[in-house]
């Protein structure tokens, strides 16, 4: 039987690594906001500037991020964008909390979420979706004194981190009926990134490009990026069902315009040094 072991991790690190392309969160406490709530992007008078209310998880590099008081990152940069080309004033929320994120979203506090959101079946039945802004293949952190891992194979009788609510949990389920890899249950990446370089487990899922980025820039230490699980995540931009369609639209034609621009594929290499917004073949 699967052995599922959770680690009550109660504090967020403020550089906290978390990653939500993967997470749903089942439980929401009140997020940080940064602002008084604004009317909806579709609400405001088209004569004068839209605001655009952003929920945005504000630990997530090289996504979004704090840099003393400023939110930066590749999704951000993305932001300004749209928001130059459309005159748009963006409006940030910051929380650590996934789940509060969504919960903001679906009661239309916020209109969308900076926070590498992967577009699933599942969330499809619930979020319309940007146009993809980046196709993130799956890897993993290993100690850097270990063998590659190559395929999930590799992990059976192996310790793997998972947060909590992530679909890496699916995937590992569907691939390993048996249970033969050990799933640790994470409430965030950084907790499971150092356990990783202590020893104490033996690999974490992570995006290749971000698990690049992170070890270049001395984010992480001790942990290379090893393997491809099979998994090209295609990263977009959520809005709640039936809502905020203008606005959706205006961010789709302004990701594509800056697509065949060049411009999105410059933001691409100067946060990951390499281009990752062009579909891989299959």
Partial sequence: MKRMLSLG???????????????????STPPATSATPA???????SEESKVVR???YGA????????????VGYEVDIWKEIAERNNLELEYTISSDVAGLFTMLDTGKIDTILC???????????YDFSDPYMYSPGGWFINENSDDVNSIEDLFGKSV???????DIDMYNEA????????VIYSNTAAAYEDVRLGRLDAVGISIPQGSYLIKNGDVSGLKVSGYNGITETDIFPFLKGTNEDLRQMANDTINDMREDGSLAELSIKWFGADVTEQPEA
């Fill in 116 to 126: 590498q959101v992967s577009a699933t079946e599942e969330r499809a039945e619930k």
């Fill in 39 to 45: 009317p909806s992007a579709e609400a405001t008078s």
């Fill in 161 to 167: 981190g998972v947060i909590a609510g992530s679909v």
């Fill in 9 to 27: 991790i109660a504090a967020m690190m403020v550089a906290a690594l978390a990653g939500c392309s993967n997470s749903s969160a089942s439980q």
């Fill in 176 to 183: 390993d009926p048996e249970g033969k890899i050990e799933q």
């Fill in 54 to 56: 952003i929920g945005a």
């Fill in 60 to 71: 997530h590099v090289p996504f979004n991020y704090m840099e003393g008081d400023e939110l």
